[in-house]
């Protein structure tokens, strides 16, 4: 099943991206997911997950929301966001 | 070079008092060192010691304590901060404040790991401390003077190398939440500006020349250089810190439904899209600003080049004051942030809480609490130019701004009328730009802060959101007392070697330790557990103090907006914080009684015995 989602680039990775967000058609099991957004954008998710940025689905942890709903839904947001500190 | 007995520190401590224009020098003692470190330990220490219980905070008694650490100055990186302690006019409470720059180094080459300031000069007051020398001059020419003009005046007729600490018009008529400002940077927060206006010291100027032991040299070279570079690599500290500023989060916090709007009536900011740490790199920032040995260089140089704001510029924005005057305010004319920031500086104010004041009062506005009348003009939210007179108003104690410039409690005390429960503030100090209503661990970290309300003891954004490992939910209660016990224990540690709190983005606790180590070769000091008891010590003894002046466990707590009053919108739709239950796991694992009180086994562990 493909799901409409939508991955929003945050700081660095919407640097490397050079766009601040952009709606997607992928894959509802996360992993594949992941591997379609990677091959589509330029924020090296093979190389930098859980690295240099994490992924927040509707604002909180992937790990978190796919521990509880198991997959992607039609409307997600994906946002990508470096770790990092306050100011 | 150094001629004292203890490794990274300069040994000695002086105390001045401005009612006689005397002052002595002594050793720091040892005992204060192994204990409380430095910083804000050392005001800690001092003043739950000497200060008059019940003191009038804007009276002669009142006393400060400025002062280094052994890791201030030295080539440990981010270095070049210095702390301030004192009870705060705005709150009645503890206050310790930090100025990030190069004025903590330069006092500590001039020979001291504190200055403590006493008593109430009988004229407008310059102290001037150059190696050896104390002297106490006539500052009535700077008096009246905005601080950037005052510190060329003082640096004409002092020398180009000389650092110094001032207050503008706003402290000289102590309003509640004045700041001092030493270059471009200031001590915010807590209206330290206010007490140095109360006693006609208008500035200190510091000039040193001597050096700092270094107990085990190659050591310590080998660990500064090592901080180096972790801090080049952490995403944090060598990405987005340097090139967005403290803005690098800024789009992200809205996001996460965290950055709060419109005096936290929603976390929707809309104009996002337009105000954003992209537009503030790619329009607005100049050049990139250095704090003394750092390599992080934070903070920005902003100019703007067009529209009715054009000309105008400031060493910012920050992040807090882009929330401030910007979101908490509902406006997002960066001009008018970037002039309003300048203006805050220049009059010497803390710009958190005067955005914090300028949203509450546009609320009372729109809600017809406050009248068009009362305030002189109209006052909606996004009225970027009501919020540069209003800045002018609290600064000069005109019209409505006198009240202002009292903070949003006294406020609130004085309006009626329900506005209670949405003065944003914990203990009378203003809520700064992060909704607990999107992540549940501020909400306990402004609720226990040791000076009200303040990112800057705990800051669990990042554990709660960002940590993969973790997966703390931002929305629930568990794990947040352990997660804030721990913040505000290392934290006070950071506050008390003395060095930039944002070294914390790049580097362990561990590499902490070992510079420590390295540079005293305190045997006290070997581990981790043994620096951080030293900051929980200190967390002990801040609240034993605003303890004494008369909080207890009921003013733990959160403005009634935030315990609630559910956002009706975005991420944080329906939430409210649940303090209650997060509160009394924090006590227990403090150890500190339902009414708050650390209990007499923690003071006995900690060493604090005759606090008891
Ligand atoms: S990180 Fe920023 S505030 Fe801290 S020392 Fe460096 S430049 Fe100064």
Redesign the pocket.
Known sequence: MKVKIKAKFFAMPRDYQGERELEMEVSEDFQQALEEIDSRTKIGIKEKLDKRFVILINGRNYRKVLEDKGKLEEGDNLAFVPFLGGG | MSNNKYFGYAGKILTVDLSSSDYVVEDTPFDLIVNFMGGKGFGAKILYDELKPGCEPLSEDNIMVVATGPLTGTLM?????VTLSTKSPLTGIWLDSHC??FLGPELKMAGYDAIIIKGKAKKPTVLVIKDDGVSFEDGRDLWGKFTFESQELLRKKYGENCQFMCIGPAGERKARFANIVSGG?GFGRGGSGAVMGSKNLKAVVVKGTRGIGIYDLDGFMRMCTEAYNELTVSPD?GGG?PKY??NSIYSFMIEAGAHPVKNFQTGVFEAVKECNEDVLDKKYYKRH???????????KASRVDDGKYKGKFTEGPEYENMWSLGAQCGNSNIGSIIYGEHLCDEYGLDAISTGNVIGFTMECFEKGILSEKQIGFPVKFGNDEAIIKFIEMMAKGEGVGELMSQGVRQMSKELGKGTEKFAMHVKGMEIPAYDPRGAFGMGLAYATSDRGACHLRAWTLGAEILDVRNRIDPFATEFKAELVKSQQDFYAVIQSAV?????NFGLTQRQITRCLQSLTGIKEWKTTEDILKIGERIYNLTRLFSMREGISAKDDTLPQRLLREPTKEGPTKGVVVDLDTMLKEYYLIRHWDREGRPTKEKLTELGLDKYK
Not at chain 2, 77 to 81: D, N, Q, V, Y
Not at chain 2, 289 to 299: G, K, L, Q, R, T
Not at chain 2, 499 to 503: A, I, P, Q, T
């Open positions: 990186p981010a270095s070049g901060h990030a720059g940077r500290t810190r500023g403290t600003i250095a704090c003394f040995s750092c390599p992080i260089n934070c903070s060095v930039c709190l944002f070294l």
